[in-house]
């Protein structure tokens, strides 16, 4: 696969995940506490939350591809308007202050180095709702420097079953975490 070549089927499978994100983004803001109309609405958008499960694989299978191409277009596209959000987000911060949507219990370097995801955890969910969907971009990047290093050094004939592992682990790891933390979704 090249990085040129464009699939018509991904690009399905990519509006079938903004459509399942854009409805869960616009649900999640439904009480479901204030009648059974608005708990059933949420029980069934809860779904889209999976369509942040499809980017990334989307996304994982087309890094792969690029990375084998050797291209940086990807980095181009991407880093300049996350840096322009990264500097609107301060601004407003400072002046705003602190309140739901800006604040600065995350430091920018946090932001610069793509380990946001990692603060946002330690946070417990509190991190400012203008820059919380980074932590998608976060995985993503942390993803770029793995891969590449994995790629890289991995023995070809051990590399199947070192991603495979990895993958077992990782769906391992949050279903252990949901069975010890099922009221904390």
Known sequence: MTAQKRIAELDGLRGCAILLVTIWHSVMLIDPS???????????????????????VLSGFLIVGILYDHNIRRALR??????????????????????????????????LTFVQNWL?????????AA???????????????????????????YLLAILLAIGLASASARAFYFWTHPGNL
């Not at 990264?86 to 309140?99: A, E, H, K, M």
């Open 34 to 56: 204030q009648g059974v109309i608005n708990d059933l609405i949420w029980r069934l958008s809860i779904f889209g939350q999976s369509g942040v499960d499809l980017f990334f």
């Open 78 to 111: 991407i880093l300049p308007p996350y840096l322009i959000l990264i500097s609107i987000f301060y601004v407003l911060t400072r002046l705003r202050g602190t309140n739901y949507y800006f604040g600065s219990q995350i430091p920018v370097w946090a932001l």
């Open 120 to 128: 946002f955890v330690s946070t417990q969910g509190t991190e400012p």
């Open 131 to 157: 820059i919380a969907g980074t932590w998608s971009l976060a995985i993503e990047e942390q993803f770029y420097l793995v891969i590449p290093a994995l790629v890289w050094f991995a023995p070809r004939r």
